[in-house]
């Protein structure tokens, strides 16, 4: 009866363990079948993408250049004397004409006094001999003479009275009083220069384009301006001037007209940038993809390209330069082609994506 008993109590606990053993494996099976498609979206790595898509490519120049007065002249002094008064000062307006300065005129007044003095006798002398030459006391040709020592004199006293003129140093044009050089008071000589006037109704711009450019531009055409001064203004220009001659740089200097606007007025030495459109030729198309997609440096640039079985291969690629956040492709993609732009951190040849957000990010917007 002890037999049995024990008999019994072996095969309970059998049972029990088989149970608890069978209950463990079943839960296993059924852990192991969930975690199962865990593990593969876990595997599948979520990136964002971009279509390789061809479009027209910006040749525009974008140059830089600072402002200058279209016309400056200097202020000459055409005679010899002590400035005897100055009537100008740095940033004052002048119309073309006016009296800027004085030259001391003193001994001038004293040479034009005796030249006419000696005009007048003349002038006397040849009354007198006319008067002899119907007497018959003097010769014709006595009274030629007279005649052409009053011209010699006349010529004389114009002189002196274009001299006397040039003691008054007037300004060549309309403008503005960029410089003075001289001070009340000093000696002036001929060809001096007394100061300088600048007309800023009109500026100029000189910009240098690279020899593969210069094709680009042509004389007449238009082009937009912009200044830090007035940074939601946009001036526009004429191309007036374009030089025969690149520089060591190989660089031409093409000289840009603009008038200078009174509501935005702007100052010769301030900086500008300008923007030119091609002048001519065929629109240029290439492909383009986002920075963000080369997992290297432009030089060195690499992109992940999308497979048909979501899976990304890594292929090189030649681009030109950065253009506001796109990059032209040179060589290694062809159009229509998908690129990963976010999530390479994480990606290596054959690795499995997942493509997040509803549609294709475009190459270039």
Not at 69 to 81: P, S
Not at 246 to 256: S, T
Not at 341 to 356: A, M
């Amino acid at each position: 009866m002890k037999i049995v008993r024990i008999a019994l109590t072996v095969l309970t606990i059998a049972g029990i363990t088989g149970l608890f053993a069978f209950r463990l494996y079943n839960n296993k099976q059924k852990i192991n079948e969930k975690a199962q498609p865990r593990e593969e979206v876990i595997t599948a790595i979520p990136v964002r993408v971009a279509q390789v898509e061809k479009l027209p490519i910006d040749n525009s120049l974008n140059l830089t250049g600072s402002f200058e007065a279209r016309q400056e002249l200097n202020i000459i002094a055409e005679a010899q004397g002590r400035l005897t008064s100055l009537r100008i000062e740095e940033g004052a307006a002048v119309q073309k004409g006016q009296a800027v300065a004085k030259i001391d005129d003193t001994g001038i007044r004293s040479q034009l006094a005796t030249a006419q003095a000696s005009m007048e006798k003349s002038k006397k002398d040849v009354e007198r001999y006319e008067r002899l030459v119907k007497a018959g006391a003097v010769s014709q040709q006595q009274l030629e003479e007279m005649k052409l020592n009053l011209q010699n004199m006349e010529t004389n006293v114009t002189a002196v009275e274009q001299q006397l003129k040039y003691t008054t140093v007037k300004s060549p044009m309309t403008g503005i009083v960029k410089e003075v050089k001289v001070e009340e008071g000093s000696f002036a000589t001929p060809g001096a220069t007394i100061a300088t006037v600048v007309d800023i109704s009109r500026l100029k711009m000189v910009v240098k384009v690279p020899e593969t450019d210069i094709v680009k531009v042509k004389k007449g055409q238009q082009v937009e301006i912009k200044t830090d001064v007035y940074p939601d203004k946009v001036f526009t220009g004429k191309i007036s001037l374009i030089s025969v001659q690149a520089d060591q740089g190989r660089k031409f200097d093409v000289e840009i007209e603009l008038p200078n606007d009174k509501q935005f007025p702007l100052k010769a030495g301030m900086y500008g940038s300008v923007l030119i459109q091609p002048a001519y030729g065929k629109t240029e198309y290439a492909l383009f993809v986002p920075r963000n997609a080369l997992t290297g440096s432009v030089k060195d640039a690499k992109v992940y390209v999308l497979q048909p079985d979501s899976t990304v291969v890594l292929r090189k690629l030649q681009v030109g330069e950065d253009n506001e956040g796109q990059v032209p492709v040179l060589e290694g993609l062809s159009e229509g082609e998908t690129v990963i732009i976010t999530g390479q951190i994480n990606l290596s040849d054959g690795k499995k994506v997942k493509i997040i957000g509803n549609e294709l990010t475009a190459a270039k917007q």
